[in-house]
């Protein structure tokens, strides 16, 4: 999990380093500081459960059955990238991760979907819809509660509660704060989101709870990113720097975890530091293979519309001649 955290991180970092130099365009959210509620979630689950989430979904993308290079080729626009550079920051998946998604509270319904789909064929998995503090208050997240407990299905819905949202403190949208109250008939327990055992131990319960035909879930991480909402968010206009600050020098979910290990003896100071190096030596190897890759070629641009091997005969628009119409 350290190695994990620490290699989740440095992709992240080369994120915005790629994005500075205006190699990456457009959005990017990056999860600085989150990587306990990534990481943790992916050691208490088992392969064949499903997560969905929104922007923050590098980590998941990688952890989840993708690669470092893939991600950051999908930032860059890149053939080699998970979307093969047509999808972005918001639009990565793999065969058990429904991606980021860019509509705000829009993956909830869709999680709940998905767990619909699993009961209805009577498997034994847990579906994991994530969304943010700033998406609790949307509309189509108390539906998606109402249905999720109207016909009990196994899915945990995590509210990544990391304080503020595009510009805004939670207090400040939020008549509740304490997220995982508002389901209604629904349970919810709180976890602390910078611990990686409290956030492991968290999911391990949830996953339990939903595969025992108890019903849908509702789990809170409280969080915190370190930079802004976006790339185009400083991150400080809503927030004062001693508090992030104050937050990366006391609950930095790393460190919290490097804390753990050499006060168990599981690792020295000295080989926590050599798993350091060898993290940023693979995202550095992998940001090289990404920027070698070509940018997608313009026929691609009908390609992957459907899934491979369900594509229909026919789809509109995709003959030169008749591009005029549209």
């Not at 790629?18 to 208490?44: D, M, P, T």
């Not at 790339?231 to 790393?254: F, K, L, V």
């Not at 940001?287 to 026919?314: C, H, M, N, Q, R």
Request: proline share 4%.
């Amino acid at each position: 999990m350290y190695r994990e955290m620490n290699t989740m991180r440095r992709m992240e970092q080369a994120a915005d380093a790629l994005y500075k130099a205006k190699l990456i365009r457009g959005f990017c959210h990056l999860a600085i500081g989150q990587e306990a509620v990534a990481v943790g979630l992916e050691h208490s689950i088992t392969k064949e459960d499903l997560v969905i989430t929104a922007y923050r979904c590098h980590p998941f993308a990688v952890l989840r059955g993708g690669s470092i290079k893939g991600v950051i080729g999908e930032l860059l626009g890149r053939q080699i990238g998970m979307s093969h550079g047509k999808g972005g920051s918001m639009h990565i998946f793999t065969h058990r991760f429904f991606g980021g998604n860019g509509i705000v509270g829009a993956q909830v319904p869709v999680g709940a979907g998905i767990a619909f789909a699993q009961k209805y064929l009577e498997k034994p998995t847990a579906t994991f819809a994530m969304y943010g503090d700033g998406a609790s208050n949307q509309g189509q997240v108390f539906e998606a509660f109402n249905m999720a407990k109207l016909w009990n299905l196994p899915c945990v819905f995590v509210c990544e509660n990391n304080k503020y949202g595009m510009g805004t403190s939670a207090e400040r949208s939020s008549s509740n704060t304490e997220y995982y109250t508002r389901g209604d008939k629904i349970p919810g327990i709180q976890a602390n989101g910078m611990d990686i055992i409290a956030t492991a131990q968290a999911v391990k319960y949830a996953r339990e709870w939903v595969i025992a035909g108890k019903g849908p879930l509702l789990l809170e991480f409280v969080t915190y990113r370190y930079g802004g909402h976006s790339m185009s968010d400083p991150g400080t206009t809503y927030r004062t720097r001693e508090e992030i600050q104050r937050m990366r020098s006391t609950q930095d979910p790393i460190r919290g975890l490097q804390r753990y290990i050499e006060e168990w003896g599981v690792a020295t100071e000295e080989e926590l530091k050599k798993i350091d190096k060898e993290a940023k030596a693979t995202v550095d190897k992998a940001v090289e293979e990404a920027k070698a890759s070509p940018e997608p070629l313009l026929e691609d641009l009908w390609t992957d519309i459907y899934y491979k091997g369900t594509e229909p005969p026919f789809m509109r628009g995709r003959e030169r001649e008749e591009i005029h119409h549209y």
